[in-house]
C-alpha cells in the first residue's frame, strides 16, 4: 500500500504559524500506523515556527509557479522563496515515499487543495490552491482537503 502524504498540522504536530496545530484524529492515526507521511511544506522552505502568517497576493499558487504572483506574510516581506522551496522539498519527499495522494490543510497558501486566504488578511478566502498543491497537482498527484478526507 503506498503512503499518502499529509500536513504535518493535521496530524497533530505543532508546525502552525502560530505554533499551533490543526489536529484531525483520523489522519493523526494514519500517520502513527505509518499509513501516512507528515509533511510542513513551510519549515521545509526555512521558515520558522512561530512565524508571521503569510497569503498570496496577487494570484493563486500556480500564479506563483509561473512567476505571477508573491507570497508575503503580514508584516509586508516576500517569503516565495521559502514557499517555492518548500513545494520543491514536498515534491521531493512525495516520491520518494511513492505517495499517489496528498491530504493538505485547506486555506492555507502553501497547502490550500481549493480554498486560500485572499492575500488581504481579513480573513476572506477565494477559489484556488497553494504553492504546494498546486505543484503536485501539476506533477500528476491527488490532492484533497481535511474536509473531503474526513467526508470519503
Known amino acids: 500500500m503506498e503512503k499518502i502524504l499529509v500536513s504535518a498540522c493535521l496530524a497533530g504536530i505543532p508546525c502552525k504559524y502560530s505554533g499551533g496545530h490543526n489536529l484531525v484524529p483520523a489522519i493523526a492515526d494514519l500517520v502513527r500506523q505509518g499509513k501516512a507521511v507528515p509533511i510542513c511544506p513551510e519549515t521545509l ?29 503580514r508584516e509586508g516581506r516576500d517569503v516565495t522563496a521559502a514557499f517555492l522551496r518548500g513545494a520543491q522539498a514536498t ?21 490550500g487543495s481549493g ?35 474526513t467526508n470519503s
Open 115 to 149: 480554498l486560500i486566504y485572499d492575500g488581504t488578511f481579513s480573513g476572506t478566502t477565494r477559489p484556488g490552491p497553494g504553492v504546494t498543491a498546486a505543484l503536485l497537482r501539476k506533477q500528476g498527484y491527488r490532492v484533497i482537503s481535511e474536509g473531503e478526507f
Open 45 to 73: 522552505g526555512g521558515l520558522a515556527i512561530p512565524r508571521p502568517p503569510a497569503e498570496i497576493r496577487d494570484g493563486d499558487g500556480h500564479d506563483v509557479l509561473a512567476g505571477k504572483a508573491r507570497v508575503v506574510d
Open 91 to 111: 515534491l521531493a519527499r512525495a516520491r520518494e515515499v511513492g505517495a499517489q495522494l496528498a491530504v493538505l490543510k485547506e486555506n492555507s497558501p502553501s497547502c
